[in-house]
């Protein structure tokens, strides 16, 4: 299976070289626009089709690896390292993920995935699928020389004669991603690294071609907006895997490749708001192709902080050579971009803006702003132990309460562009327009500051100020008004509809949004972010308790008492483990029981963590077993109680959800005629677009 996988990969590579070379002089064939011996189109059909064959022969090569894993091919040295026989079936799969070598080729393929789809429909746009397909080529065959050249995944262990002896064992899995979650949290993550080189190609073709209108906006944004929803929902997962296994009663850290996935986020998101502003009004035309290739760049960025090992994290690989050939690819794209934009950049001149400072394309400017701003600051923040020590020898790290100290404010300014960009209509605003849409919310912000001061929640208390708890207070406060703002936009317009049609709130408030999916799914993103923001805001009133228990003994916090009633040992093929069993109580009443564990794997001699969590609607109780007492033998328990932190799962779900109906097609008035937009009678003078939908 090694032989095949690696003739695999290397048909792979040759098809994705012609794909390139022929794409690449069919398409200057067009541009000459004159009779030629070979026909472009032609030309441009076999490249298409190579790269087809590419996606085929990829994915031979990755299920080659999957056989091997499953079949315990042990002269495999990939095998060997990330893989065993006790391995669970489930995590025989993520072992694809476990190295560096397989990755990559999970990135090659995904790549393959992206490419396939993207070539059979090529019928929307023959000519800009083909720059776009192209393209993809040239990303794909840098991912493939890599593999067949640096990153061998096919490569046998030192001294194996065919047919000869092999390990009986493998050193087996990784402990941190022998966990359900991370047979899954890679791959999305990927999906969405891997994502964005499409709407990367899109844009970057439709430069080089002076692509006349605004339809590749079009086909980017829907590119965009599914890539995108890869990343968030691999993000938040990530953030789950993190709080689930680690241990340390956290789930956002400001790790370096924690803060490698969130760049190429915040570049994304600002693309997707201030893409409606060429489609509507023509504008931020070099702002916007700017935003893709940032966000294609930042993705190869993560990987290179993953892959390349130039970051200490949790989540990184080893030193490695690799690095070097990402930088190298890094320069050639960006040479590449700016040699195209310079070139192109009459294509992207547009007339002057007439909007006023009070107006919804002033909001989507301020949000593209902060957004780059963060991501500047975190980029920053990453690469400055690199860059200190490669200046003066010393390496400089900032820790989590530097970040805090920049990201969270910035956060907040942008959870109130949340709700202030959609209230707004383009071009300029009235005073008549401000005080019926923004009345309700700023009422309801100040009442929420007042309820949470009267409750006990004062950053002053005690004469000692509390930035994390003042943060809170304006979260909830800002959070409160954002919503009321958004939830009266689904009231106005059901308001209509139940007039007009004689429908329930319900019927209504459906028929809404069917009628305009993108700007109401745009609203229920909205939403999802606001719930999770709060149960971010929840992390400033996080308690913990460590106590050494025997037999009997209780450790009490926030109005639990947890009574140990024992601990013990057991052992599987795959690992040992110490749990201890607790009975949890709460007024006197016994509620449940949570057994925490410790667990050593037995091919890697490496420890992980089993937390035990109890989730309700206000708090997570969050238990760790965390070793035993080396004199005494009794185990040491701590506890976490982390309010509002189901908000935060509970909010990806939402967003998910916003982004699906964000990208389902609108139905057209029937019953109750109104605009062809979706846009309802009586909503004409505020005319919101739905944010980053």
């Known amino acids: 299976m090694a032989s095949f996988g690696s003739f695999s990969l ?38 298409r089709r190579a790269g087809i064959a590419s996606f085929i022969a990829i994915s031979a090569a990755a299920f080659a690896l999957v056989w091997s894993v499953f079949t315990n091919d042990f002269s495999l040295l990939y095998i060997a390292e990330h893989s065993n026989i006790a391995l669970p079936g489930p995590y025989k799969f993520a072992a694809l993920w476990a190295g560096q070598e397989g990755s990559l ?67 087996g899995l990784n ?10 949290h890679p791959p999305l993550l990927y999906l969405g690294y891997v994502g964005f080189s499409v709407p990367f190609a899109f844009a970057l073709g439709a430069l080089m071609m002076r692509y006349p209108g605004e339809k590749w ?46 760049l190429p986020w915040l570049t994304g998101t600002a693309f997707l708001h201030s893409v409606m502003m060429q489609e509507k009004k023509g504008l931020m035309k070099s702002w916007n192709v700017w935003l893709i290739f940032s966000t294609f760049m930042l993705s190869i960025l993560g990987t290179l902080l993953t892959r390349g090992g130039l970051v200490s994290s ?68 990453t690469l400055y132990p690199i860059l200190s020590e490669f200046t003066v020898g010393n390496k400089v790290t900032f820790d989590a309460v530097w970040f805090n100290r920049i990201a969270v404010p910035m956060g907040l300014f942008l959870l109130l562009l949340t709700g202030i960009g959609p209230l707004l209509p383009w ?15 700023v009422l309801v912000l100040w009442a929420t500051v007042i309820a949470c001061l009267v409750l006990g929640m004062n950053p002053w208390k005690g004469g000692v100020y509390d930035r994390s708890s003042f943060y809170a207070l304006v979260c909830f406060a800002v959070s409160a008004g954002v919503l009321t703002a958004i939830f009266s936009e689904f009231f106005r317009g059901a308001g209509v509809l139940m007039r007009k049609s004689g429908r329930n709130i319900f019927a209504a408030t459906f028929l809404l949004i069917r009628r305009n999916t993108r700007r109401y799914g745009g609203y229920i993103i909205h939403i999802g972010v606001v719930v999770s923001m709060l149960g971010f805001a929840g992390a400033a009133f996080n308690k913990n308790v460590e106590k050494e228990m025997a037999p009997h003994d209780k450790l009490d916090i926030g109005g639990y008492s947890m009574e140990l009633v024992t601990s013990s040992q057991d052992s ?11 009975d949890v109580y709460r007024h006197g009443q016994k509620q449940f029981e949570m057994a925490p564990e410790h667990r050593v794997y037995l091919a890697s ?13 206000l708090w997570d109780l969050y238990v760790v077993y965390e070793g035993t007492n080396p004199d005494t033998g009794q185990p040491i328990i701590k506890a976490y109680l982390n309010p509002l932190v189901s908000w935060l799962w509970a909010g990806v779900l939402i967003i998910v959800l916003g982004t699906v109906i964000a990208l389902s097609p609108s139905v057209k008035p029937t019953a109750v005629q109104g605009e062809d937009s979706g846009i309802l009678p009586g909503q004409k003078e505020i005319n919101t677009a739905g944010g980053i939908a």
């Open 314 to 381: 949790v989540h990184a690989f080893a030193q490695s050579s690799i690095g070097y050939w990402f930088i190298v690819f890094l320069v050639i794209v960006a040479a590449v971009c700016i040699f195209t934009y310079i070139l192109q950049f009459s294509h992207l001149q547009e007339a002057p803006s007439d909007h006023g400072l009070v107006s919804r394309e002033a909001a989507f400017l301020f949000n593209s702003l902060v957004l780059l701003s963060v991501c500047f600051v975190l980029l920053w923040g």
């Open 572 to 582: 599987n093929l795959n690992y040992n483990t110490e749990f201890a069993m607790l």
């Open 605 to 617: 001699q490496q420890p992980q963590t089993i937390v035990a969590i109890h989730s309700t609607i």
């Open 175 to 184: 402990p941190l991603l022998q966990y359900a979650e991370m047979v899954i």
């Open 427 to 441: 071009r300029s605003t009235s005073l008549r327009s401000i005080r019926r849409n923004f009345v309700l919310p």
């Open 217 to 262: 906006i079009k086909i980017t944004r829907k590119w965009t907006m599914v890539t995108w929803l890869f990343l968030t929902a691999g993000i938040f997962l990530g953030m789950h895997w993190a709080y689930a296994v680690l241990g340390w009663g956290g789930y956002w850290g400001w790790d370096p490749v924690e803060i490698a996935s969130l």
């Open 105 to 171: 080729l999970l990135w090659a393929w995904l790549l393959a995935v992206y490419g396939f789809v993207l070539r059979l429909t090529h019928k929307t746009d023959v000519k800009l699928y083909a720059y776009a397909g192209t393209i993809l080529a040239g990303i794909q065959l840098f991912f493939l020389i890599l593999l067949n050249v640096v990153a061998q995944p096919f490569a046998l262990i030192p001294g194996y004669v065919p047919g000869g002896p092999t390990p009986a064992d493998g050193n």
């Open 10 to 47: 290397i048909i792979a590579l040759v098809l994705a070289a012609y794909n390139l070379l022929a794409g690449a002089f069919s398409l200057f064939l067009m541009a000459q626009n004159r009779p030629a011996r070979i026909s472009a189109e032609r030309l441009a059909d076999t490249a």
